[in-house]
């Protein structure tokens, strides 16, 4: 390990155990008894780790995790939102021992505090998307009104634009449904045929099941004949052998009868 | 041996008729010198002559005892026959070729010599082509070999649609279907009895269709497979007359991976008058009433 390596180590120990260090001095200061301060801390201490949520969803690769980890945001943030009326009604309570100037930062803290969880990116900024982009919009967020809730008569009226732009979409859809016909025919007959392959292998099956024994059948009587045939053969060679033996011994009959008729003279 | 195949005849039929010479007949070389003739026939396009030598050559294996090689010359005398136009003859000689066969035990080649032998007559004497079908198809099933049959079944189903015999077509089909059903084949099942569906339609003949329908829905898989999808839109299209779907369904892609008879008999749909059928199915449902009081 090299020296750069334990620094970075003992540099992130000492952050992760930093956070219980403050905490257990923040606790001591405040004694335990002011629940406007306890709140707030718990309070910021959420919003961090919202943001550090938020930061880890906008690197996140996947959709789906990204769609979790926005859900899970948007959660947090409306349930910090309910318990920013309740630090406002503590923060105006006295609290003994607190000086007036810190009073004062204690509401302009929870006035900030909305803020702060509003802007805690969870995804929905992002889908403000223009209208005017077609096709569906991924809308897994909520649906946000470009005109504040201004819907006046002007509003609702047809602009030229507006028909264009559903011709358009007739228009291509339409061309997308005949494009999915044709593929859905293709499929069709693609269906049909891998059913048809599958049956005519069902059907060879057996026929290559016996092919495969009538030829282990044939090619053991082959080894069999083989054998007999060379069995047979080195006989024959050896009564070669024997045939020689049997010409030899006459031709020395012949010898022994000639020496036989020499003496007898 | 002389190359002649007279003379090769000649000889062969002095060696097996029994004289008082000759007190047992020499079939093996009797039946050599047939086969050597026969062929030499046949290279000379000589095809009764040679149709002669091969059933004598068939007899004489008969007699060794190898009715292998004697169902081999009965085939190739019947397809002789054939060449000269016997019909009858081109009949006969294949049956008793399949017949050697089923002596040898082989039930394949024996359909099979049946097969060839309808496909041969179909043309013109085609009831004789409709008996050899079915008792083609009967051999194979006896012999538990059912996925042969199919091609079988289907030609079957073709000759019958050509003599314009739907009744009997459908019965084939649905023939083809129990079939199918024995070897799990349900992909052709299904396809059978669809067509046996257009068949009856065809014929004009909806009762039969729908209880044909019905029938072959006690079976689930074809209730929820594309076939008997398209079955029952069929059936509900004749029964509200809309011409137009019927149209429109036989140019969907199902009919058209059905047989090219099947085909062809959906395409000519609907026939005759459809809107009558309408009145039909009310009667028919005045009649459900009554049976439920």
Known sequence: MSVIDILTRVDAICNKYDKYDVEKQKNLNVSGDDAFARGYAAVDAEIEAALEKAELASKEKSKASIVALNAELRRTKAKLLEEVPKLQRLAIKKVKGLSTEDFAARNDLVLALPDRIQAIPDGSAAAAKQPGGWGPSASHTEIKFDSDGRFDDEYFQESEQSNQFRQEHETRKRRQDQGLEMISEGLDTLKNMAHDMNEELDRQVPLADEIDSKVDKAASDLKNTNVRLKHTVTQLRSSRNFCIDIVLLIVILGIAAYLYNVLKK | ?293
């Not at chain 2, 085939?75 to 017949?99: C, F, H, I, P, T």
């Not at chain 2, 992909?187 to 004009?204: G, T």
Request: with cysteine; glycine share 4%; net charge negative.
């Open chain 2, 1 to 293: 041996m002389s190359s002649d195949p007279d003379k090769l005849v000649a000889k062969a039929d002095k060696l097996t008729k029994l004289t008082l010479t000759r007190w047992s007949a020499d079939w093996r070389n009797a039946t050599l010198n047939y086969e050597q003739a026969a062929n030499a026939y046949r290279v000379a396009k000589k095809y009764e002559k040679a149709k002669d030598a091969f059933e004598k050559a068939s007899k004489g294996q008969e007699m060794l005892t190898s009715p292998w090689d004697a169902a081999k010359h009965m085939e190739s005398a019947a397809a002789l026959a054939k060449e000269l136009g016997n019909w009858n003859d081109v009949a006969d000689l294949y049956r008793r070729a399949s017949e050697l066969y089923v002596e040898c035990g082989r039930a394949q080649p024996a359909s099979d010599a049946l097969g060839k032998a309808a496909r041969a007559v179909e043309d013109h004497l085609p009831d004789v082509a409709v008996q050899l079908y079915t008792d083609a198809c009967s051999l194979l099933e006896e012999d538990d070999k059912d996925q042969m049959a199919f091609d079988l079944y289907r030609a079957l189903t073709a000759v019958h649609i050509k003599l314009e015999k739907y009744t009997d077509a459908a019965a084939a089909l649905l023939r083809l279907g129990l079939a199918a059903d024995k070897c799990n084949a349900s992909n052709s099942q299904f396809k059978a009895y669809l067509s046996a569906i257009v068949v009856y339609l065809y014929a004009n003949d909806v009762k039969a269709a729908e209880k044909c329908y019905n029938d072959c829905s006690q079976i689930p898989a074809f209730l929820g497979s594309d076939q008997g999808r398209c079955g029952s839109r069929l059936i509900s299209a004749y029964s509200e007359g809309n011409v137009e779907e019927i149209k429109r369904l036989a140019q969907s892609s199902t009919i058209t991976h059905l047989d090219h008879a099947i085909i062809k008999l959906g395409r000519k749909l609907p026939t005759g008058e459809v809107t009558a059928v309408k009145a039909g199915t009310e009667e028919g449902e005045g009649l459900d009433e009554d049976d439920l009081t």
